[in-house]
């Protein structure tokens, strides 16, 4: 102990080294680097949230980069106008407001009896008309037999004829021979002469039998047009018929029903709106969103009535054109002062699956879509 006391003062002592200060004349360090160190746990706790919230900012931005989403998104469908159309009572209104329907269910029932006397007249004239053909048909077919008929009758006349007119030229030689009478040759050639006259009348007649056939066909085929209108009327009349009963087009459900059991029905009249169970997302992205937006890309849907639910779709398709452009009203930017606003474009989402809730049209949504 006392050898170090020595060595110490030994070496403060050594020419040309500077004295050592004491404590006391050593220098202080400053008073927020004091603090810092006072409070080292809480200093380091700032910095772990600090360098926790630059990383955090990081990362979202780099998530955000793969993504695009609007709020400005509903939920969108085809809505059906159910109206009449034929003028008529109702007689029937089966469905209720809101109700779930399938296709082919009945929505509402028209007064058929003036349509169905209407049907049923239609029938009774097609049965006529096709009467009326039928029965030209057979007088064809007999008109054809007596046309076959005639024909063998000029060639029996000429064959008759053909003889009388041999038997004439032989008793002309004959009477000239001497060798029979002039009365018998009188006869003969008297009997060629009828034989010409029945030839004659067989060609007329067959003539005549001959041209009375188009008569047939004309009127067979102004008969076969007359059943082609008649069939016609009767398909119209099936048709009125049937209009009598409407019937749900697509599965969907029945909205704002105003068709009430004895109303008169007008045709063009809506009774009911109709919306289908097949639906859709209508998303309206900024135009400057668009630059990685591509059909088939995945999106996350968020649906305002179902907070705790996200359903899954897909980018069908994007409009070509901004909602501007087909509106009412179109913006017209060549006339006054011009002040560019960013417009958006309808983007079409579907549903990868048919969603197992109730969705309706203008329901508010916000899809995520994934564009990288």
């Known amino acids: 102990m006392d050898q170090r006391v020595d060595d110490e003062r030994r070496q403060e002592t050594v020419p040309g080294r500077p ?15 004091e603090r ?7 200093v380091l706790a700032i910095a772990a949230i600090a360098i926790a919230i630059g990383v ?13 989403s609007t709020d400005d998104a509903f939920i969108d469908a085809r809505t059906v106008i159910i109206s009449a159309q034929l003028n008529a009572q109702v007689v029937d209104v089966p469905v209720t407001d809101n109700q779930l329907v399938k296709a082919g269910t009945v929505l509402v029932r028209l007064d058929r009896s003036d349509y169905q006397a209407a049907a049923d007249q239609g ?34 006349a000429q064959a008759a004829l053909t003889f009388a007119q041999q038997e004439n030229e032989r008793y002309e030689r004959l009477v000239k021979a001497g060798s029979v ?19 004659a009348a067989a060609e007329a007649n067959a003539v005549a039998t001959a041209k009375q056939l188009p008569v047939l066909q004309s009127q067979a085929l102004q008969a076969q047009a007359q059943l082609e209108q008649q069939r016609a009327g009767l398909e119209q009349a099936q048709t009125n018929l049937g209009r009598t009963v409407i019937t749900a087009p697509v599965d969907g ?15 063009g009249q809506a009774l009911m709106m109709f919306v289908p169970r097949a639906v859709w997302v209508t998303a309206n992205f ?33 409009q070509a ?52």
Do not use: C
Not at 23 to 28: G, I, L
Not at 36 to 42: E, F, Q, V
Not at 134 to 148: G, P, S, T, V
Not at 345 to 356: A, G, L, N, Q, T
């Open 36 to 42: 810092l160190r006072a409070h080292r746990a809480l």
């Open 253 to 267: 459900f029945v909205t704002k029903l105003t068709a009430a059991k004895g109303e008169y029905a007008v045709a």
């Open 19 to 33: 004295a050592r200060p004491s404590p006391a004349e050593q220098p202080r360090e400053p008073a927020w680097l």
């Open 286 to 318: 900024k135009e400057t969103q668009l630059a990685w937006l591509r059909p088939g890309q995945p999106v996350d849907i968020a649906v305002d009535a179902f907070p705790k639910r996200t359903f899954k779709g897909r980018v069908d398709s994007v």
């Open 181 to 199: 009478t002039v009365e018998q040759a009188q006869q003969y050639h008297s009997n060629y002469l009828q034989a010409q006259a029945t030839y």
């Open 56 to 68: 955090g900012v990081i990362v979202w931005w780099i998530s955000a980069s793969h993504y695009e």
């Open 123 to 156: 029938k009774a004239e097609v049965d006529q008309a096709q009467a009326n053909v039928a029965n030209l048909k057979a007088q064809i077919a007999a008109q054809q037999a007596r046309i076959d008929q005639a024909n063998k009758q000029v060639t029996q």
């Open 321 to 372: 054109g901004s909602g501007t452009a087909f509106s009412l009203l179109p913006a017209e930017n060549a006339t006054g002062n011009y002040v560019k606003i960013v417009q958006r474009v309808p983007v079409k989402i579907v549903f990868d699956k048919p969603p197992d809730v109730l969705l309706g049209p203008g329901m508010s949504v916000v899809p995520t879509v994934k564009v990288r």
